[in-house]
């Protein structure tokens, strides 16, 4: 068990849908990332917050968003989706940017 | 795109032997870590070697780097059927301070 939790584990829902997905890091990690993962493009990069900021973005699209509450938690929010937006999305925390990150055990999104 | 880049992107080996792979990435950077990750589920941090050390050592592991080549090598020795997993090397670029980005993993199979 890494100490992040990620909420759901699993989500089917239709194109045009907006989902949450939700992430709580490990007690005391103040940096959080999110990670795309599917068969064709490996484990994206998205974005990274360190104590509520955001710190470095990727390739995140415009119809994604995310954002660290003051308890640290994280959210990513997918709206009008696309079948092509099928994929596991992991969260990841760590004390501060560029150290070792434990993740979560990710949400698996079916767009369907 | 990915910074780093695995090679092989699968390799099969027998219980006992030492497995070798590879990462090349493209810009400098602060330190390059090692993930495992077992089928669909959340990755595993391994090893993390900073951009000044030259070698590091954790159990079985033995990671390697070479920043005038920007390459890093990850070795399994006595390898053993739970090793059977997919390795990342990820890197964190001085440039852009926790964008930690992922290559694209080599695929290992180990067979009793």
């Known amino acids: 068990d890494s100490g992040v939790t990620q909420t759901p584990k699993h989500l089917i829902t239709a194109t045009g849908q907006r989902v949450t997905l939700r992430c709580s890091p490990r007690?005391?990690?103040?940096?959080v990332y999110w990670y795309q993962q599917s068969l064709d493009q490996g484990l994206q990069f998205l974005i990274q917050y360190y104590n509520g900021e955001e710190r470095a973005k990727g390739n995140i699209l415009e119809r994604f968003s995310a954002q660290q509450f003051p308890d640290l938690h994280s959210e990513l929010n997918l709206s009008s989706l696309e079948l092509g937006d099928s994929a596991l999305y992991f969260c990841?925390?760590?004390?501060?940017?560029?150290?070792?990150?434990?993740f979560g055990q990710g949400t698996r999104l079916t767009v369907v | 795109s990915q910074q780093g880049e695995e090679d092989p992107q699968a390799l099969s080996i027998q219980e006992g032997e030492n497995a070798t792979m590879n990462c090349s990435y493209k810009?400098?950077?602060?330190?390059l870590q090692w993930y495992r990750q077992n089928s669909g589920r959340g990755l595993v941090h391994l090893i993390l070697i900073r951009s000044n050390e030259r070698e590091k050592h954790s159990g079985r592991l033995r990671v390697t780097l070479d920043t005038s080549k920007k390459s890093s090598s990850l070795l399994i020795t006595a390898s053993r059927a739970a090793d059977t997993a997919s390795y990342f090397c990820?890197?964190?670029?001085?440039?852009?301070?926790?964008?930690?980005?992922f290559g694209a993993g080599t695929q290992v199979v180990v067979t009793p």
């Open positions: 007690s005391g990690d103040l940096s």
């Open positions: 990841a925390s760590s004390l501060e940017p560029g150290r070792r990150a434990f």
């Open positions: 990820a890197t964190d670029p001085i440039d852009s301070w926790g964008k930690l980005q």
């Open positions: 810009t400098s950077i602060n330190n």
